[in-house]
Nanobody, 124 residues
Framework: QVQLVESGGGLVQAGGSLRLSCAAS????????MGWFRQAPGKEREFVAA????????YYADSVKGRFTISRDNAKNTVYLQMNSLKPEDTAVYYC?????????????????WGQGTQVTVSS
């Protein structure tokens, strides 16, 4: 079956960096656009970043532009999220997701598969 497994979360001070990874299995990875979302306590899940199937197109939420970078390695079936200049408001559970059909990649319901999430906590 399809599995998306995130890793790389943790506790970091404001201004620090983390790199999240999401390893996919059970699907043809190169056929899927990949996205990252996050959810803070008491808030809705929000879009962070997405990358097209080939990796040629990237999309970012305004709140992370210039600080976060999404990349993918289709040979390793893995998508990454490099997070720099982290702020306390970036604290959330971060989820990766896979979308086969393509479309509006900022919308959670667009995605077919989700990982279990990894906690990112940024202290001030």
């Amino acid at each position: 079956q399809v599995q998306l497994v995130e890793s790389g979360g943790g506790l970091v001070q404001a201004g620090g960096s983390l790199r999240l990874s999401c390893a996919a299995s059970g699907l043809t990875f190169s056929s899927y656009a990949m996205g990252w979302f996050r959810q803070a306590p008491g808030k809705e899940r929000e879009f962070v970043a997405a990358r097209s199937r080939s990796g040629g197109m990237t999309y970012y939420a305004d709140s992370v532009k210039g600080r976060f970078t999404i990349s993918r390695d289709n040979a390793k079936n893995t998508v990454y999220l490099q997070m720099n200049s982290l702020k306390p408001e970036d604290t959330a559970v971060y989820y990766c997701a896979a979308d086969l059909a393509g479309g509006r990649l900022s919308t959670p319901r667009q995605y077919d598969y989700w990982g279990q999430g990894t906690q990112v906590t940024v202290s001030s």
